[in-house]
């Protein structure tokens, strides 16, 4: 009996996307090439021609934070509304022949740039191609989707207000970033995602798609040649440079508060987070390292380790460097019960101090290093995920050869780094804290 059509399309899709393209798990067995196209516009690709699949991932410059006042979630809009018709296709018929050739085209908001991702089988990449270039460049934003996707955006953001993890986050932007557009949620609010028009989103499509800071990585079944084709076939009709896409450094304005915001639940959700440091400092991977063995680690973290497994305060507790493009922060969560909040806290600031005053282990800073370059191929597992690494490196200016140098830079960290570093960077006196819930024993520091 044969299988039908469908489902054995998803068998073969499922079968690409589990399968593992680095070999013996080594990141630098991936081969990036820079490919120019005939029209000057630049990709890094690697070609693998061992599954018929080609993933795409590529952003524009300017994201969520350039939204204009008062058109907050602008860029968030845009992004839903790109595969909802395009040239002559509207919207059913757009879906309609994505589907016909299991193609699948996305596109995502973040504050400092727009991304969009393309995933396709190589034999109907000539259809999907067409239908990625169209979705960029003649986006149709008829009355009927516009009004469907801001009618489910607004009842999202209506559900985000009761969702205690979200209303931390905001909270906690909103605080260290009251003047800045990095203080404000990328979906935007109510207000003003019902007042966005169809020229609004033709305006951001104009000012913020362009050759000039568009980076994309390419992965997959497909010759340099006919990608260098392919590129301006996407996107050589995209004016030269984008408008301006300039943004004020971000400083932080809430260090050392204490916000709660009253919540009748059982629990509470907390978020914390001090100033950073962004991922062009020097110092960007000693604090790396730190930050694992801080709470980046999971279960092997010191504040896993003191406040869920030896106390049993928690149900989670972590740390992450969360860098941005005007700003950088250490940031950090947890969750526990309300007649817990305090003890916890005590205990993180306790953590962040002791990281400051001694910094970390000698076998610490061997395990981290062993962990962080060990578990790296993991993160490199399929195409899409190839691709993705392939914008992050060059958004980020590592360059060409980063993968290779990877392993060297986590190797290359010493204890002396470790210990400039985490007094430098670490100060538990600075941790703004929203925590989101009814805590007994906290109330806000300003009260």
Avoid: C
């Amino acid at each position: 009996m044969q299988m039908p059509r469908f489902l054995e399309i998803s068998a073969f899709i499922a079968f690409i996307f589990a399968g593992p393209l680095l070999v013996a798990g080594n990141a630098s067995a991936v081969d990036i090439q820079r490919v120019i196209s005939p029209g000057g516009i630049e990709a890094w690709f690697v070609r693998d021609g061992s599954v018929p699949i080609i993933s795409i991932d590529f952003v524009f410059k300017g994201g969520a934070a350039l939204d204009p006042e008062g058109k907050k979630g602008l860029a968030d809009m845009v992004s839903r509304l790109l595969g909802e018709g395009a040239g002559e296709l509207n919207s059913g018929a757009f879906q309609a022949e994505l589907k016909n050739i299991s193609a699948s085209i996305k596109f995502k908001a973040g504050l400092d740039r727009f991304r969009g991702t393309m995933r396709t089988l190589s034999r109907n990449r000539g259809a999907a191609f067409r239908l990625l270039r169209l979705a960029v460049t003649k986006p149709r934003f008829d009355k009927d989707p516009v009004e469907r996707i801001r009618s489910q955006l607004i009842a999202r953001l209506l559900a985000k207000l009761e969702i205690p993890r979200r209303i931390a986050r905001r909270t906690w932007f909103k605080t260290v970033y009251p003047d800045h557009p990095y203080g404000r949620p990328v979906g935007g609010v109510q207000k003003t995602v019902k007042r966005l028009t169809a020229a609004d989103f033709r305006g951001f499509v104009a000012r913020r798609f362009a050759r000039a800071g568009l980076m994309i990585g390419v992965v997959g079944d497909i010759t340099a040649k006919e990608l260098g084709y392919r590129l301006d076939e996407v996107f050589g009709a995209l004016p030269a440079a984008p408008s301006s896409a300039d943004l004020a450094e971000a400083t932080n304005s809430g260090q050392g508060q204490l916000i709660v915001v009253r919540k009748p639940i059982p629990q509470s959700v907390v978020i914390f987070g001090q100033n950073g440091i962004k991922r062009d400092d020097p110092d960007y991977y000693t604090a790396y390292v730190l930050n694992h063995v801080l709470g980046g680690g999971g279960f092997s973290s010191r504040l896993t380790e003191e406040i869920r497994e030896k106390r049993g305060l928690v149900y989670s507790v972590y740390s992450y460097l969360n860098p941005m493009d005007h700003s950088g922060h250490i940031m950090g969560g947890l969750g526990t019960q309300n007649a817990r909040v305090a003890e916890s806290l005590d205990i993180v600031r306790s953590e962040w101090r002791r990281i400051s005053e001694n910094g970390i282990a000698s076998d610490e800073l061997k395990s981290a290093k062993t962990y962080l370059n060990g578990s790296f191929p993991l993160r490199l597992d399929s195409s899409s995920r190839i691709a993705r690494m392939l914008v992050a490196i060059q958004v980020h200016k590592l360059g060409i050869d980063y993968l290779d140098r990877r392993p060297e830079l986590i190797n290359g960290v010493t204890g002396d780094d470790v210990r400039r570093v985490a007094r430098q960077l670490f100060d538990e006196r600075k941790l703004t804290v929203v925590v989101v819930g009814d805590p007994k024993g906290l109330e806000n520091s300003s009260d």
